[in-house]
């Protein structure tokens, strides 16, 4: 008999009447956690995805999108891993490349310098 009460006596004070509310208050923790957790996961995936370079090959078709206005294209190459250029006191990542088209029966070679991240021209210059 004593021994039952003191069975009792533990399990009112290890599992109070209020344990609704304390699975409660867990559940709205790890419902909390879980929220908190996809946005910084989310703010992250993001952050990662602002600095990571534009596919070499995409940022050609840009370019050549770009020449195709004023004439056909004989030819294009673009160095598929940027390199690190000094602009103005700024590294800068760059793709580098080159454009021949045909201006006036005569073949006209461009290279051009364009943002890795961008994929914007920083640079277009004709070659002599």
């Not at 509310?21 to 995805?49: E, H, K, P």
């Not at 840009?62 to 294009?76: N, Q, T």
Request: proline letters at 2%; glycine letters at 8%; aromatic letters at 10%.
């Amino acid at each position: 008999m004593v021994k039952k009460a003191l069975i009792n006596q533990l399990k009112h004070s290890l599992f109070p009447n209020d344990q609704k509310q304390n699975y409660a208050l867990a559940g709205s923790l790890f419902a909390c956690g879980l929220v908190i957790g996809g946005v910084a996961a989310a703010l992250i995936y993001d952050q990662v995805q602002a600095h990571k370079a534009k596919d070499g090959m995409e940022v050609l078709e840009a370019v050549k999108d770009h020449f195709k206005k004023d004439g056909d294209i004989e030819g294009s190459w673009i160095e598929l891993q940027p390199v690190h250029v000094n602009r103005f006191g700024q590294e800068q990542k760059l793709y580098y490349g080159g454009i021949s088209r045909l201006e006036n029966n005569k073949v006209v070679q461009y290279e051009f310098y364009a943002d890795a991240i961008t994929g914007n021209i920083v640079d277009i210059f004709a070659i002599d």
